[in-house]
């Protein structure tokens, strides 16, 4: 059975750095084929891509944030890590992670609520 | 990047009726392995989205057969055969034919 489960910091101020986890089970990252990726949604809004890392590291990252993103995954402990610097209140948002089955994101997380505040 | 263009249902929609939700895709889809990248997702109130079709037309597994999709390269759509209480959500379509990965705005279902 596949779950994945997002932690982060729940709230943050501008500037900071945040960083959230994906603790998952029911599939390995060091598996051929596998990868996890970060989505988000502004509440009340849609879906946004963010970011996504493969069994081989290989990494893809939304443009639009321009550099301010960085993934990266620990194989042995079942997690996947997206950094995201210099937060705004922009970046206030619920965090899914996700695993692809075929071309779609098959397995999301419950997802954690971001807030960005000073 | 693929910008991803929803139309809106005619809410609220009458159980039992069917609907159909249209997407289109700036760029085709299509890949040269004859697959073409477009998902579609459902977002229930309060939970996460729900992968349903993939490859424009392939049903996700435990995905009822009420559900399907169709299509060309550019131009999609998904049929809900008799609408009942629990499509209600928002729907989604995403392309996963080259990064950054992109989705509609979302089309709401709303139940009479």
């Known amino acids: 059975q596949v779950t994945l489960k997002e932690s982060g910091p729940g709230i943050l101020q501008p500037s900071q750095t945040l960083s959230l986890t994906c603790t998952f089970s029911g599939f390995s990252l060091s598996t051929y084929g596998m990868g996890v990726g970060w989505i988000r949604q502004p509440s009340g809004k849609g879906l946004e891509w963010l970011a996504n890392?493969?069994?081989?590291?290989?990494?893809y990252y939304n443009p639009s944030l321009k550099n301010r993103l960085t993934i990266s995954k620990d194989t042995s402990n079942n997690q996947a890590f997206l950094k995201i610097t210099n937060v705004d209140t922009a970046d206030t948002a619920t965090y899914y992670c996700?695993?692809?089955?075929?071309?779609?994101?098959?397995?999301w997380g419950q997802g954690v609520m971001v807030t960005v505040s000073s | 990047d693929i910008v991803m263009t929803q139309g809106a249902l005619p809410n609220p929609v009458p159980s039992g009726e069917s609907v159909s939700i249209t997407c289109r895709s700036s760029k085709s889809l299509l890949y040269s392995d004859g697959k073409t990248y477009l998902n579609w997702y459902l977002q229930r109130p309060g939970q996460s989205p729900q992968l349903l079709i993939y490859?424009?037309?392939t049903r996700a597994s435990g995905v009822s057969d009420r559900f399907s999709g169709s299509g060309s390269g550019t131009d999609f759509t998904l049929k809900i055969s008799g609408v009942e209480a629990e499509d209600v959500g928002v729907y989604y379509c995403?392309?996963?034919?080259?990064?950054?990965?992109?989705f509609g705005a979302g089309t709401k279902l709303e139940l009479k």
């Open positions: 996700a695993r692809p089955v075929d071309s779609g994101w098959g397995y």
């Open positions: 890392i493969w069994w081989d590291d290989d990494k």
């Open positions: 490859w424009m037309s």
């Open positions: 995403q392309q996963g034919l080259e990064f950054p990965y992109t």
